[in-house]
C-alpha cells in the first residue's frame, strides 16, 4: 500500500464562513459600533458629537476635569457599568473601588469581609444588569511566606462575584492556580459565559446562569504550552465565538465554543505581550 492509498479521517473544520457569517447575523455584536455611529447627540452650541472624542489635535484640546480618582495602591484595571454611570478600579489591595462617573465622587467600597486570607483584585467586570461585579486577582496566604516570591505564599486564585448595592459575595468560582490577569464577560448563542487568563498560563471558560450568579459549567482552552495568558479581545462579526488573546510572546487565535487554539501566529514581540 501507497502513502497515496492510505485513507485518513477527515480533518475537522475549524472555520466555515457560512456558519460564521450566519451567527454573527443571528448574534450581531456591539464591537467598533461608534466607529460608524453618526446618529449619536451632538451639542447644541458647536454640533459636535458629545458621545465620541473625533479629534485631538491643537484645535480639540483634551482638557483634564477638576476631580481626582485617587487611592493608596497602585491601580491596575477599571470597569465601566453597561450604562456608563460607575466606574470600578482595581489595584493591589482587598478593595474595589466604585465611582460615579457624573460627580466622580465614590458611591461604594467592596472587600470580602469574610475571606481569612489576603487578597488583591486586580481586574474585574460589571455584569449586563450592572447589579453584579466579577473580580478577580491574587489570594495569598496570611500564615505562609514564600521565599521566591518574597511575598506571602500564593494560593489558587477564584472569581468572586459582588452584589453592587448590598457588598456581598453572592459566588465564589475556583479554577484558576494563580493570578487572574483578565475577565471578559460575553453572550455566545443565547448563553452567558466569563472568559479569564491567568499567570498559570490558562484560559478558562465560564458557563453562568441568566442572572450570572450561578456558575453551571466550567473548561479550560486546550493548550499545554502556554506559560502565561494576559488577555482577550473578541472579534467582530464572528457572533462572539472567536477571540484573539495575548499567550506569552505572541498571539492566539481560540475557539470559545470549542475551547481550542485554532492558530496560534509567530513570535511578533521580544517579550510578553497585550492584546488588550
Same mark, same amino acid.
Given at each position: 500500500m501507497t502513502l497515496d492509498e492510505v485513507e $485518513? #479521517? #477527515?480533518?475537522?473544520?475549524?472555520f466555515d464562513p457560512e456558519e460564521n457569517n450566519a451567527l454573527a447575523t443571528? *448574534? #450581531?455584536? #456591539? *464591537?467598533?459600533?461608534? $466607529?460608524?455611529?453618526?446618529?449619536?447627540p451632538k451639542d447644541p452650541a458647536d454640533g459636535v458629537h458629545t458621545g465620541r472624542i473625533d479629534f485631538i489635535d491643537e484645535e480639540h484640546p483634551l482638557e483634564l476635569l477638576p476631580h481626582s480618582i485617587t487611592d493608596q495602591m497602585a491601580l491596575t484595571g477599571m470597569a465601566l457599568s453597561a450604562d456608563g454611570s460607575m466606574l470600578a478600579t482595581f489595584g493591589s489591595s482587598a478593595s474595589v473601588h466604585i465611582w460615579d462617573t457624573e460627580t466622580f465622587k465614590l458611591l461604594t467600597t467592596l472587600h470580602d469581609r469574610a475571606e481569612p486570607n489576603i487578597d488583591e483584585f486586580f481586574v474585574g467586570q460589571f455584569t449586563p444588569s450592572s447589579e453584579y461585579l466579577v473580580v478577580g486577582g491574587k489570594l495569598k496566604d496570611r500564615k505562609r511566606w514564600s521565599e521566591a516570591d518574597e511575598d506571602n505564599h500564593i494560593l489558587p486564585c477564584p472569581l468572586k462575584i459582588f452584589n453592587v448595592l448590598t457588598g456581598e459575595v453572592v459566588a465564589r468560582l475556583e479554577g484558576h492556580s494563580e493570578e487572574i490577569l483578565c475577565i471578559k464577560s460575553v453572550v455566545y448563542k443565547g448563553e452567558n459565559y466569563f472568559v479569564t487568563t491567568s499567570q498559570d498560563g490558562y484560559i478558562r471558560r465560564w458557563s453562568m446562569d441568566s442572572n450570572w450568579m450561578v456558575l453551571q459549567d466550567t473548561k479550560e482552552v486546550t493548550d499545554g504550552v502556554t506559560c502565561m495568558a494576559f488577555t482577550v479581545s473578541f472579534l467582530p462579526n464572528t457572533g462572539n465565538r472567536f477571540f484573539i488573546a495575548s499567550t506569552d510572546d505572541h498571539l492566539t487565535l481560540v475557539d470559545l465554543d470549542r475551547c481550542k487554539i485554532v492558530q496560534r501566529f509567530d513570535p511578533i514581540y521580544s517579550s510578553y505581550c497585550d492584546c488588550g
Open positions: $485518513l #479521517p #477527515p480533518k475537522e473544520i475549524v443571528q *448574534y #450581531p455584536d #456591539p *464591537y467598533w459600533h461608534e $466607529l460608524f455611529a453618526e446618529d449619536l
